[in-house]
């Protein structure tokens, strides 16, 4: 709650409200609140985070920040001028509109960035209406609303405070609906063409969860729903255990940005299109599976491809071999070659400098003999501890290579690479 708010005067929202019947309501529900937001959004709130935003670049910058608005303001505004200033810094990593909004620590945290949630708005596309039933701070509502108009339901009274607050600073008020309510309640009910979103709590009351079974709320209920609405998607973590959504009929999409693993989404009902896809960001390059045969297995040829960890985490790699016209170096490792350079967004490409029976003596006398002093070491399908083995190469030169510790169908490897950059999309 903001400051100087009296919470005696703050209307209650119905326990059983159900918007479908009257989403006017849940309008005037939102008017009736807007008072909440304007302090922080106006005089003084704003003249403070102003202030605020223009001094601090770190958290090490909080106490004399404070120490300097707590002159001109009242404790309670300086604090949250500070603090709001310093989640904006951090948000800036999630959100392009992050000098505009507001944040809990938590909902920082938990927000799904930009990046990820505008590419599934738009895979969405135009909606008649979007139920984001655990919306947080707003970080999947937001990319929703600009699509189309979303009722955004979060339990979390503090954090419904400052979705509200991000709704009304970025001009979506006639799309973002906001709503404090618990999203299991059984009086909801949601018209035929709706989407239902969510993307349930892992951090709950029992500490950081792994099992989808405890996540909060239980989605499982809700995927029944694809009966009566248009689609059901919900994210869960890239980690999801994959024997406890194998039971369900949806397609499951497994994301990277900037060749980084950040989530995976359960699409069920009509907005579902395949089994499994990987999606690399921010290229918008999707890859699905297709019934093919197993590819062949050679010897590395004049490129190596790693592919990207969402197309390894959804078991799409031989639908990459085949899309690129490559074949595998081992049968069990998602390592991938071609004797012509194929570039591609879904994968990290080499040149092969040199391959190596694996050896310590053997790889030490190849790297001085190329002047290669520092390298670049990784692993795959190697026990090796690479900080140990890095030490022993007693590394000297000018040069620079990777080194990649591997299985190749003859056996254990050294391959010396050199990266080909910007080869991705
Ligand atoms: C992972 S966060 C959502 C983050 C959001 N998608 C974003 O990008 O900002 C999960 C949210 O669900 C809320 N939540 C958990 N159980 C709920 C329930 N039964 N009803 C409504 N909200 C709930 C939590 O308070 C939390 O804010």
Same mark, same amino acid.
């Given at each position: ?60 910058? &909080? ?38 909004? &507001? &944040? ?72 973002? &609906? ?248």
């Amino acid at each position: 709650m903001l400051p100087g708010v009296d919470a005696e005067k703050e209307p209650a929202l119905p326990g059983s409200f159900q918007y479908t019947d009257n989403l006017m309501a849940a309008v005037e529900y939102v008017m009736r609140h807007l008072y909440r937001y304007l302090q922080l959004l106006s005089d003084p709130g704003a003249a403070a985070l102003a202030q605020a935003a223009a001094l601090v670049r770190s958290d090490l910058d &909080f106490l004399p920040v404070l120490q300097k608005l707590e002159r001109e303001y009242p404790h309670e505004i300086a604090r949250e001028a500070v603090s709001q200033a310093l989640f904006r810094v951090k948000a800036a990593r999630k959100f392009s509109q992050a000098d505009r909004m &507001f &944040f809990t620590k938590d909902g920082l945290e938990q927000a799904s960035g930009e990046l990820v949630s505008n590419y599934r708005a738009d895979r969405l596309g135009r909606f008649q209406l979007l139920f984001d039933l655990t919306a947080g701070i707003g970080g999947d509502a937001i990319s929703f609303a600009r699509k189309g108009p979303v009722v955004a339901v979060e339990r979390d009274e503090r954090t419904v405070d400052v979705l509200q607050a991000n709704s009304i600073a970025l001009g979506l008020t006639g799309t973002l &609906f906001a709503i404090q309510a618990d999203s299991t309640i059984p009086a909801w009910r949601f018209p035929r063409d709706a989407v239902i979103f969510l993307d349930p709590a892992r951090r709950t009351s029992r500490g950081r969860v792994y099992s989808i079974h405890h996540y909060e709320p239980d989605f499982l209920p809700f995927t029944k729903l694809t009966e009566h609405v248009h689609s059901v998607v919900v994210k869960v973590s890239p980690a999801v255990r994959w024997q406890e959504i194998s039971g369900l009929s949806c397609e499951i999409n497994f994301i990277s940005a900037f060749g980084e693993l950040k989530e995976a989404a359960l699409w069920f009902g009509e907005s579902a299109s395949t089994a499994r896809r990987a999606t690399i960001l921010p290229q918008g390059w999707t890859l699905t599976e297709k019934a093919l045969q197993e590819e062949a297995v050679t010897d590395p040829g004049e490129f190596l491809y790693e592919p990207d960890p969402a197309v390894l985490r959804a078991g799409l790699v031989q639908q990459l071999a085949y899309q690129l016209g490559c074949t595998r170096i081992e049968p069990s490792l998602g390592l991938l070659t071609s004797n012509e350079l194929r570039p591609s967004a879904a994968a990290r490409c080499y040149r092969i400098l040199d391959v190596l029976p694996f050896g310590l003596k053997r790889l030490r006398k190849t790297l001085r003999d190329r002047g290669i002093g520092s390298i670049t070491l990784k692993k795959r399908g190697s026990a090796v501890d690479t900080e140990v083995f890095e030490k022993q190469l007693h590394l000297s030169g000018e040069n620079h290579c990777v080194v990649l510790l591997t299985r190749t169908r003859g056996g254990k490897v050294s391959m010396l690479l050199e990266e080909i950059r910007n080869s991705v999309d």
